[in-house]
């Protein structure tokens, strides 16, 4: 029982929270200022954001890791595996919050950005796409980010439900450790195919290289874990070593096309994180505070942190009028929209997706 209990870490919690911190960084440095964009620290900004652009690869490997470690310990403890309540489990997750965030982008933001900045809106998004969780094929397609506000996330919960949709059919198929075989196949072609066709980052086949490897080694944590254990029980500077090379092969994606090498490599670095303070009592990161607390509001804070970029920079621009500089652009609206995205996560998470997690509970595996 020992493992079941690990597989609900709060080091999981942990890395979630740095996972989101890393896209809010990524989205949190904007300004529509010459001058600025020019500056000294505005450009070291920038260069900051491309170094922690490793969020949404996190989540993603995360991702297939808990997924697939979670429907072999259903398979292994239940003796069977529920897909029914698989599903039910993830829509209560996913939906209410993913549905909200659509409302705010294809009703209100029309609505308040007409009444209070006068501005003509013409959107890109297909709305019926980010309804059927399409999004991400949706923004290839464009080539460009939907204009109404806090759309453009909602590429990755796309993928996840893509994901979530067909992953647990292979495994009614191939249950136990046969899943070896339909995992190994997705990840060789994704591999293959995202090269074959140079394949955007938002497409589901490149995106399933991160999710294969993650559920590869949720796969080797449930039926090979005294190797998982074996490779964990180090020193932390393996760890570090790993965070540090999966900065490096963030940097040399920029400078080179070679995207499937890079996706495979920052996949396994970030994978063997994952089980690192899983299995390891060295270097655990719940011991700091504030990212095991944050944890479980960073799906809300995901979705929410564009809504509240753009809140920030409507109140400090077009309601307060204060110049868009260096200060305000690099320090005060980030500050401001985290704080935004900090509070309504919080209300989130208690006052309506708690309604939603309470009756996912009635479908969980443990029961």
């Not at 453009?152 to 191939?174: A, N």
């Not at 944590?221 to 963030?250: C, D, E, Q």
């Not at 299995?279 to 979705?303: A, C, D, V």
């Not at 500089?325 to 690099?330: A, D, E, P």
Request: charged share 15%.
């Amino acid at each position: 029982m020992q493992n079941k209990e690990k597989f609900r870490f709060e080091n999981l919690d942990s890395i979630r929270t740095i996972a989101f911190l890393s896209t809010f960084m990524a989205h949190a440095f904007y300004t529509e200022s010459v001058e600025v964009k020019a500056s000294t620290t505005f450009q070291w900004a920038v260069k900051f954001r491309e170094v922690f652009s490793f969020g949404v690869p996190i989540f993603f490997v995360l991702s297939g890791f808990l997924i697939t470690y979670l429907m072999l310990k259903e398979k292994e403890d239940q003796g069977g595996f529920s897909l029914k309540n698989f599903y039910i489990r993830r829509v209560l997750r996913i939906w209410p919050v993913y549905y909200l965030v659509l409302l705010v982008g294809f009703v209100l933001f029309p609505m308040l950005r007409g009444v209070f900045l006068d501005t003509a809106y013409v959107e890109t998004a297909t709305p019926w796409m980010y309804m059927s969780f399409l999004s991400n094929f949706d923004q290839i397609n464009q080539g460009e980010l939907p204009y109404g506000v806090g759309l453009g996330p909602t590429w990755s919960v796309s993928v996840e439900e893509q994901f979530y949709l067909f992953w647990p059919l292979l495994f009614i198929l191939f249950r136990g450790k046969k899943f070896i075989y339909p995992l190994l196949l997705v990840l060789i072609s994704s591999t293959f195919l995202t090269r074959m066709l140079g394949l955007p980052t938002k497409h589901l086949i490149l995106c399933m290289i991160y999710l294969s490897v993650g559920g590869l080694f949720g796969y080797l944590s449930m039926y090979r874990n005294v190797v998982i254990k074996r490779i964990t029980n180090i020193h932390p500077v393996f760890f570090l070593a790993s965070a540090g090379l999966t900065l490096w092969l963030i940097q040399l994606s920029f400078q080179y096309s070679l995207n499937y090498i890079f996706v495979f490599l920052i996949a396994i670095c970030i994978a063997y994180m994952i089980v690192y303070q899983c299995y390891s009592e060295r270097f655990q990161l719940k011991r700091i505070p504030f990212l095991e607390k944050l944890g479980k509001y960073t799906y809300g804070l995901y979705l929410y942190h564009v809504i509240c970029n753009f809140i920030s920079h409507t109140l400090i621009g077009d309601v307060l009028h204060f110049e868009d500089n260096v200060v305000t652009s690099v320090f005060v609206k980030p500050l401001l929209s985290l704080g935004f995205s900090l509070i309504i996560s919080y209300y989130s998470y208690h006052y309506f997706e708690s309604y939603f997690l309470k009756m996912k509970n009635r479908f969980s595996a443990s029961k």
